[in-house]
């Protein structure tokens, strides 16, 4: 290996300290027992690579941080590794701990004397391909040694022309979870300190915009005209345009950064929601969550920018009517209608609640009469067909009538009812008469400034209520994400006399392979449980048929034993260990149902796609030419000869539609 490289490569024996040095330069939030100073265990030095990879993974999940593996072309590779970081990356004879860097012309990399240290992309990439690289190179060098060519750049072309087909693996991004703290994942997005600038800099432009009317303002109104003021104002304009940029600019990282990490979360969440809140829940209900899951993102992010500009603006404004003719009185006038327009704003989001519930209610009825309609038509006589819509009708325009109204208030009389307030503010100074045209024409360029500021307000309060409505609905995703997994006790770095992964591998399995031991699980709707007491056992080719009535646990006892339910009491054993110390993911691999057809969810995608699902990495030639050898032999070979595009063919609600026991085979 290159000497610069070797001195960089973390031993496997001492990968759990890179781990934790990439984890604290990601200031990610580590457990507890590792801030106290407990070391993970090392990982073997002679552990297969997949185990490694398994083990790693799980270690970061321990740590608190999401260990994904990635795969990336070798013409990409120099590109793409400098953005890489927090990262590792797979050595003939070790690990390497990419950092981030601000550099793409350099990787920037974590050596175990904890001193960063810059490496050259190009340099990387040859030593993970040097077995590979070697005979083409040296052939390539040959080449253009006949040919009088002595570039750098021409050897370079070559080899990745060479090698473009070749992706270069073992790479393992290291991420804070989606249901990590949302808070921190915004602080690594950078949200918090850019809303800070982009307040900062608002300020700052109506600073500017001030100081620049005030100065035309000023010689208007002393009757004087001089070229040095109208230069000064022409400046003082021009520097705002920087400024509107730097604004438009970090509106659209921010909005980026958060909206982007909040549908993460949505989505992680929507894939971790316990069965049974989806069993009770129509399909109507699901699509209203998923409608209004976009109304978060759209409606919270610019309502909330429209109020940090308007609360900015009325600061402001305060201080230009206490410097007007108004002075105290048109400022404290401003802050009362301020408060006011807050409790109209209270009014609307109350009142849109409500309304949102009538809407969603008569959404949810008409999508499930829509799913239903064969069995209502069969149930029910024509004349009852329609029970219920009117009054329900009748609700939703009532509703609506209120919400209007508010509406109205908010976004109608709010700013303009200002108006009319400060000038009654000012009539004082008009009765007076004693203050001079200039105060007059500040108090006068205040009001219009909170008139705009109100403007701003309604529309942001406007919005942020209508988010904050659609986040009742959506919230339920957003919890669901920080459900825990259960970790492997045995993969975890710290794991008191637990086995090594080689060791549960080989375990001796001519006993019962499925064990379980007073089981009880009682629904939480319910007060008996469904299982008590219950007992079973399953050994190698045992085929066990269960059997009785409808209600009596038997779906409940597959669902505890697939990991989809946890058990109120009871042991559950497989290959003799219980799902805590396998781990969820060694779980599910060593036990798989497929459900009865209204439960194989089919999705509007290709035959492939949904054949792939639980597949990890990227696939081979060879894992299409199994999952065909598969597929024909579960019979499904004559459905793939009568599809055009085969394997590639849509299928699902919008494409080719599958049999009951299709899906089934499909699923299996």
Same mark, same amino acid.
């Given at each position: 290996?290159?000497?610069?490289?070797?001195?960089?490569?973390?031993?496997?024996? /001492?990968?759990?300290?890179?781990?934790?040095?990439l984890?604290?330069? #990601?200031?990610a +939030?580590?457990?507890?027992?590792?801030?106290?100073?407990t070391?993970?265990?090392?990982?073997?030095?002679?552990?297969?690579?997949?185990?490694?990879?398994?083990?790693?993974?799980?270690?970061?999940?321990?740590?608190?941080?999401?260990?994904?593996?990635?795969? !990336?072309p070798?013409?990409?590779?120099?590109?793409?590794?400098?953005?890489?970081?927090?990262?590792?990356?797979?050595m003939?004879?070790?690990?390497l701990?990419?950092?981030?860097?601000?550099?793409?012309s !350099?990787?920037t990399?974590?050596?175990?004397?904890?001193?960063?240290?810059?490496?050259? +992309?190009?340099? $990387?990439?040859?030593?993970?391909c040097?077995?590979?690289?070697?005979?083409?190179?040296?052939?390539?060098?040959? *080449?253009?040694?006949?040919?009088g060519?002595?570039?750098?750049?021409?050897?370079?072309?070559?080899?990745?022309?060479?090698?473009?087909?070749?992706?270069?693996?073992?790479?393992?991004?290291?991420?804070?979870?989606?249901?990590?703290?949302?808070?921190?994942?915004?602080?690594?997005? /950078?949200?918090p300190q850019?809303?800070?600038?982009?307040?900062?800099?608002?300020?700052?432009?109506?600073?500017?915009?001030?100081?620049?009317?005030?100065?035309?303002?000023?010689?208007?109104?002393?009757?004087?005209?001089?070229?040095?003021?109208?230069? *000064?104002?022409?400046? *003082?304009? @021009?520097?705002?345009?920087?400024?509107?940029?730097?604004?438009?600019?970090?509106?659209?990282?921010?909005?980026f950064?958060?909206?982007?990490?909040?549908?993460?979360r949505? %989505? @992680?969440?929507?894939?971790?929601?316990?069965?049974?809140?989806?069993?009770?829940?129509g399909?109507?209900?699901?699509?209203?969550?998923?409608?209004?899951?976009?109304?978060?993102?759209? $409606?919270?992010?610019?309502?909330? @920018?429209?109020?940090?500009?308007?609360?900015i603006?009325?600061?402001? &404004?305060?201080?230009? *009517?206490?410097?007007?003719?108004?002075?105290?009185?048109?400022?404290?006038?401003?802050?009362?209608?301020?408060?006011?327009?807050?409790?109209?704003?209270? !009014?609307?989001?109350?009142?849109?609640?409500?309304?949102?519930?009538?809407?969603?209610?008569?959404?949810?009825?008409?999508?499930?009469?829509?799913?239903?309609?064969?069995?209502r038509l069969?149930?029910?006589?024509?004349?009852?067909?329609?029970?219920?819509?009117?009054?329900?009708?009748?609700?939703?325009?009532k509703?609506?009538k209120?919400?209007?109204?508010s509406?109205?208030?908010?976004?109608?009389?709010?700013?303009?009812?200002?108006l009319?307030l400060?000038?009654?503010?000012?009539?004082? &100074? %008009?009765? /007076?008469?004693?203050?001079?045209?200039?105060?007059?024409a500040?108090?006068?360029?205040?009001?219009?400034?909170?008139?705009?500021?109100?403007?701003?307000?309604t529309? #942001?309060?406007?919005?942020?209520?209508?988010?904050?409505?659609?986040?009742?609905?959506?919230?339920?995703?957003?919890?669901?994400? !920080?459900?825990?997994?259960?970790? &492997?006790?045995? /993969?975890?770095?710290?794991?008191? =006399?637990?086995?090594t992964?080689p060791?549960i591998?080989?375990?001796?399995r001519?006993?019962?392979?499925?064990?379980?031991?007073?089981?009880? %699980?009682?629904y939480?709707?319910?007060?008996?449980?469904?299982?008590?007491?219950?007992?079973?056992?399953?050994?190698?080719?045992?085929?066990?048929?269960?059997?009785?009535?409808?209600?009596?646990?038997?779906?409940t006892?597959?669902?505890?034993?697939?990991?989809?339910?946890?058990?109120?009491?009871?042991?559950? $054993?497989?290959?003799?260990?219980?799902?805590?110390?396998?781990?969820?993911?060694?779980?599910?691999?060593?036990?798989?149902?497929?459900?009865?057809?209204?439960?194989?969810?089919?999705?509007?995608?290709t035959?492939?796609?949904?054949?792939?699902?639980?597949?990890? #990495?990227?696939?081979?030639?060879?894992?299409?030419?199994?999952?065909?050898?598969?597929?024909?032999?579960l019979?499904? =070979?004559?459905?793939?000869?009568?599809?055009?595009?085969?394997?590639?063919?849509?299928?699902?609600?919008?494409?080719w539609?599958?049999?009951?026991?299709?899906? &089934?085979?499909?699923?299996?």
């Open positions: 290996m290159n000497p610069d490289l070797a001195s960089l490569v973390w031993p496997p024996a /001492r990968l759990g300290d890179a781990l934790q040095a984890a604290g330069e #990601g200031h +939030p580590l457990r507890s027992q590792f801030r106290n100073g070391e993970p265990r090392a990982v073997a030095s002679d552990m297969r690579d997949g185990a490694q990879g398994e083990w790693l993974e799980n270690t970061a999940a321990w740590l608190g941080l999401e260990a994904q593996a990635v795969e !990336t070798y013409a990409d590779f120099e590109h793409q590794v400098s953005a890489m970081g927090p990262a590792l990356i797979r003939p004879n070790g690990f701990a990419v950092c981030k860097s601000r550099s793409r !350099t990787v990399v974590l050596a175990p004397d904890g001193k960063k240290r810059k490496v050259s +992309p190009v340099a $990387l990439r040859s030593e993970l040097r077995e590979i690289e070697g005979p083409v190179a040296k052939q390539v060098e040959q *080449l253009l040694e006949r040919a060519v002595a570039s750098a750049k021409a050897r370079e072309s070559i080899l990745r022309e060479r090698f473009s087909a070749l992706r270069i693996r073992d790479i393992w991004l290291l991420r804070l979870p989606p249901g990590a703290d949302f808070w921190v994942q915004l602080r690594q997005a /950078r949200v850019r809303l800070i600038t982009l307040a900062g800099a608002h300020a700052i432009q109506y600073v500017l915009w001030i100081a620049a009317w005030s100065v035309v303002g000023a010689n208007v109104l002393r009757g004087r005209t001089d070229n040095a003021w109208i230069g *000064l104002w022409a400046l *003082l304009l @021009f520097t705002l345009v920087p400024l509107r940029v730097l604004i438009t600019w970090l509106q659209g990282l921010v909005a950064g958060a909206g982007a990490r909040l549908k993460q949505l %989505f @992680f969440g929507a894939l971790r929601l316990e069965p049974d809140s989806i069993r009770h829940q399909a109507g209900q699901l699509l209203g969550r998923v409608i209004e899951s976009e109304a978060v993102d759209a $409606l919270a992010l610019s309502g909330g @920018f429209l109020a940090v500009v308007a609360l603006e009325i600061l402001i &404004s305060v201080f230009v *009517l206490g410097a007007g003719a108004g002075g105290a009185l048109q400022s404290s006038l401003l802050l009362v209608w301020v408060a006011a327009t807050g409790a109209l704003g209270w !009014t609307y989001y109350r009142r849109n609640r409500r309304w949102t519930d009538v809407r969603l209610t008569m959404t949810h009825d008409l999508v499930e009469s829509m799913s239903g309609h064969r069995t069969a149930q029910l006589s024509p004349d009852r067909w329609h029970d219920g819509e009117d009054e329900a009708l009748e609700r939703y325009l509703a609506s209120t919400m209007d109204n509406t109205t208030a908010l976004t109608a009389i709010a700013p303009r009812g200002w009319v400060g000038l009654l503010g000012l009539a004082p &100074s %008009f009765i /007076r008469g004693v203050d001079s045209p200039a105060r007059m500040i108090a006068v360029g205040g009001m219009l400034l909170a008139y705009r500021a109100l403007r701003r307000l529309a #942001g309060a406007w919005q942020l209520a209508g988010a904050a409505v659609a986040w009742q609905r959506v919230s339920v995703l957003y919890d669901a994400a !920080t459900r825990p997994e259960v970790l &492997s006790r045995t /993969r975890l770095p710290h794991g008191r =006399g637990s086995e992964p060791q591998q080989n375990r001796d001519k006993g019962a392979l499925v064990q379980a031991h007073d089981l009880v %699980f009682r939480a709707q319910r007060s008996e449980p469904v299982l008590k007491g219950c007992n079973l056992e399953i050994s190698l080719r045992d085929r066990v048929v269960l059997e009785g009535p409808s209600g009596g646990g038997k779906s006892l597959v669902a505890l034993l697939v990991g989809l339910r946890d058990p109120n009491s009871g042991t559950l $054993l497989i290959d003799g260990l219980d799902r805590a110390t396998l781990g969820a993911v060694a779980w599910r691999k060593r036990i798989a149902a497929a459900p009865q057809f209204h439960e194989n969810h089919v999705l509007a995608e035959f492939m796609f949904n054949l792939f699902m639980g597949r990890r #990495g990227a696939l081979s030639p060879a894992d299409l030419e199994e999952a065909e050898l598969i597929c024909r032999e019979g499904l =070979g004559a459905l793939l000869d009568r599809m055009p595009a085969g394997m590639l063919q849509m299928v699902g609600e919008t494409g539609q599958l049999s009951h026991g299709e899906r &089934s085979r499909l699923y299996i």
